[in-house]
């Protein structure tokens, strides 16, 4: 069974940076390496939303997507030998807030909708003051 775990949330003042890591379990190296990986978050009172994407290295050349409000502060990788997935943030604002989620869905190609997925972290908070 997968299991993803993330770390690396935290407090922070605006303009700082946080990075997020997500290890997944239950996957072989080979497994990982052709699946959709996704940060995605969720503040209080709002839906989650997609903030991170990248497609299989393997089946979709690894292909990134941002959601436009972290566009040039976010960047998402992953490390295959490792099996984890990061989320480097920078120049974080208030409306960064939320709960962050790590997620994965049985094919190499992603999407923006969280109904796609079939796995989940637990989430790790991210908390921005100004």
């Known amino acids: 069974q997968v299991q993803l775990v993330e770390s690396g949330g935290g407090s922070v003042q605006g303009g700082g940076s946080l990075r997020l890591s997500c290890a997944a379990s239950?996957?072989?190296?080979?497994?990982?390496?052709?699946?959709?990986m996704g940060w995605f978050r969720q503040a209080p009172g709002k839906e989650r939303e997609g903030v991170a994407l990248?497609?299989?290295?393997?089946?979709?050349?690894?292909?990134?997507r941002y959601a436009d409000s972290v566009k040039g502060r976010f960047t998402i990788s992953r490390d295959n030998a490792e099996k984890t997935l990061y989320l480097q943030m920078n120049n974080l604002k208030p409306e960064d807030t939320a709960m962050y989620y790590c997620?994965?869905?049985?094919?190499?190609?992603?999407?923006?909708?969280?109904?796609?997925?079939?796995?989940w972290g637990q989430g790790t908070q991210v908390t921005v003051s100004s």
């Open positions: 997620a994965t869905r049985s094919t190499g190609w992603c999407t923006s909708d969280q109904y796609d997925y079939n796995y």
């Open positions: 239950g996957y072989t190296y080979s497994i990982f390496s052709r699946a959709c």
């Open positions: 990248i497609d299989s290295d393997i089946d979709s050349d690894g292909r990134i």
